[in-house]
């Protein structure tokens, strides 16, 4: 009686074996069948992005598959050029620092130089304020219409490098209005009365939700963390749709066109802002350019901070070193593709 239970063990144990060597090889089989199906991992020559069309300013992303630019060996040449004009530029007293970022918006290889030192943001803050109020009348579109009375300047800071663009002291204005004033002239009476409207908690919400954090020191932004500001806009990534695209197009009536975009061709769109410090006492001075330059085939960020002692001197800086990025991307020289 034993030994037949014995065999039918036995038997049991050897069934089971081969049951198990047969799901076995049929998931072993299923997996490499899964394998070779698969895409192959994303490198440069296979990188795709999915965006939404229809809009003149913004390019909603969809979906991407894409490489690190350091993985992709790209821009070298256009980083070493960059690198030689500002490293003369310093030698000679023209300046005593220069940050540059520059990344194309649509597959987003970049390059950096002094990418992350920090700067004073001086009027480049105009653009958060502006991104806090398009943020806020999502929820209450009426909010831009509000009407506010200007009665007596609010801010009385001199500005160096503004035109006759102001608002007017007894006059209303929507808060709509008074955020055009604060970007195309870089208005500080109209920037304050719109940050009394958002309030400074809210503002610096916003400011921390796109990963910059104000310090007391007036040095707190580098090219690479301010130009977060311009690409969630044109990704419509933060704003809706709408606002981004509204943003987008009163950047790119800035009267500011001697920076970054004094030597793009008429007919090639730049929306930018540009920021101005100097300090009391101090012969150190600050000037700043950031944007979008939309290059028919290639649209890029570019954005370019300063210290020297001569206003004019830098912002010449800032105007050469715009035209030989967009000279070189115009002409293929710097080919990234």
Known sequence: MKSGKSTLVVIYIAIALAVGIFVGFKLNSLLES?????????????????????????????????????DLNSLTQLDSTIRTYTNACNQ?????????Y???????PWIGINEDVAYAPASLLKV???????????????????????????????????????????????????????????DNNAKQLVLNEIGDSYFFKIMQDLGINPSSNSDFVSVRMYSSFFRVLYNASYLNKQYSETALEILSRSSFKSGIAAHIPAGVTVA?????????????????????????????LLCIMTRGNDFETQRKVISDISKIIYDGVDSGKFNYD
């Not at 899964?34 to 809009?55: L, T």
């Not at 502006?130 to 009426?142: G, H, L, R, V, Y």
């Not at 600050?286 to 085939?297: M, R, S, T, V």
Request: with cysteine.
């Open 34 to 70: 899964k394998k070779q199906s698969e895409p192959p991992i994303a490198s440069p020559k296979n990188m795709f992005e999915i965006r939404e069309s229809g809009y003149r300013y913004i390019s909603p992303l969809w979906d991407c598959d894409c490489v690190a630019p350091s």
């Open 92 to 100: 000679s007293g023209k300046t005593s620092n220069i940050a540059v």
């Open 102 to 108: 520059f990344r194309d918006m649509n597959n987003g």
């Open 128 to 186: 958060p304020i502006m991104i806090a109020a398009f943020k806020m009348a999502e929820n209450n579109p009426a909010f831009l219409e509000k009407k506010i009375h200007y009665n007596t300047p609010v801010d009385t800071t001199h500005i160096n490098l503004s035109d006759s663009l102001h608002i007017v002291p007894g006059h209303y204005y929507t808060i709509q209005n008074l955020i055009e004033y604060m970007i195309i002239g870089s």
């Open 272 to 300: 930018n802002k540009f920021g101005e410090r100097d300090f009391y006492g101090s012969t150190v001075k600050q000037l700043h350019d950031c944007g979008i330059i939309y290059h028919p085939q290639h649209p890029y």
